[in-house]
DNA sequence: TAAGATTTGTTCGTATGTATA
DNA sequence: ATATACATACGAACAAATCTT
């Protein structure tokens, strides 16, 4: 993928990686129902920590956009079930 | 648990929050070896900072009365423990 | 059955920057 | 200038679930 983002300094890092991952999943860049990438590549891709990023999964998960299934990874969620958070 | 706190603006709130986290661990609300709410679960719980949390973790293993084992949790000393510095 | 790799979750330690009294 | 207190952000270690070998 041709880098999509930069950091601008007067703005947090997460809520400027939450907006990259947002629009790549608006976008279907992540398809639906596929996987995201790992913590660990979203990790080393956008040289961040592992709470930041996890600090944007968070979000991503309240808003409905994804899910997580512990040991197996985090999934992209249907756009119609947007909206409705997904417990975890 | 009922509320069993609230800040007094004329004194420091890490003062007061030790006084409350000391007494929970006398009056064994926090039963001796087990362990302590984590660093997240007490700043949500009191709407302080984490290094606040920390400023008075960092008292109460200085006193004896707790210690932390690094991606455990920290835990609650036995009585008969307490005064004996625990490294960490 | 057992062991290892992968992935997410949870926890503590540390540092920087900012604001206030 | 010092102490207090916040948010952000890095790293590291431990745990649990899943999958593969």
Redo the contacts with the bound molecule.
Sequence with gaps: MSQDWEWDQDR???EQMYEVLRSRIEQGIYPSRSAVP???RLQQEF??????V?KV?RILKDEGMIK???????FVRPPEEWGQSSD?
Tied chains: 1, 2.
Excluded at 47 to 52: D, F, K, L, S
Excluded at 68 to 74: A, L, S
């Design positions: 947090t890092i997460w790992s913590l660990d040289g961040v920590a592992r709470v930041t996890q999964m997580t299934i512990v040991g197996k990874g985090t975890r």
